[in-house]
């Protein structure tokens, strides 16, 4: 879904399915791609806990909220590496569309 409007990307909901695919974290971004029978495909990543790993897990698509991710857990309960992988993300999405790398690391850590 292409929209030029000025959204500041920021997660919405982390989740970890305990380990039961090799993706096990996946975070959701509030950014929505689509609408499809009226339910809400937003940007989201999944991970393993070693993202930056050459044979490891660290993609981002589309998905619905849910409790069939798994549990909801806080950033924080994320393992370090995914925690990069999320900031990283973030950044790149976010320098992409505003170009003002301060205002975005304000609105970051609010």
Not at 10 to 26: E, F, M
Not at 35 to 43: A, L, Y
Request: charged letters at 30%; hydrophobic letters at 35%; one cysteine or more.
């Amino acid at each position: 879904m292409k929209n030029n409007r000025k959204i500041l990307l920021r997660v919405i909901a982390i989740y970890d399915n305990d380990g039961k695919t090799r993706d096990r974290y996946t975070v959701f971004f509030n950014w929505v791609e689509m609408v499809r029978r009226g339910n809400k495909f937003h940007s989201c990543m999944s991970m393993d806990a070693t993202p930056f790993k050459s044979r490891d897990i660290n993609m981002r698509y589309y998905g619905k909220l849910g409790r069939h991710n798994g549990k909801h857990i806080e950033q924080k309960n994320l393992p370090l590496d995914c925690q990069k992988a999320v900031t990283d993300a973030l950044i790149s999405w976010n320098v992409e569309r505003f170009w003002d790398i301060d205002t975005i690391k304000e609105a970051l850590c609010r």
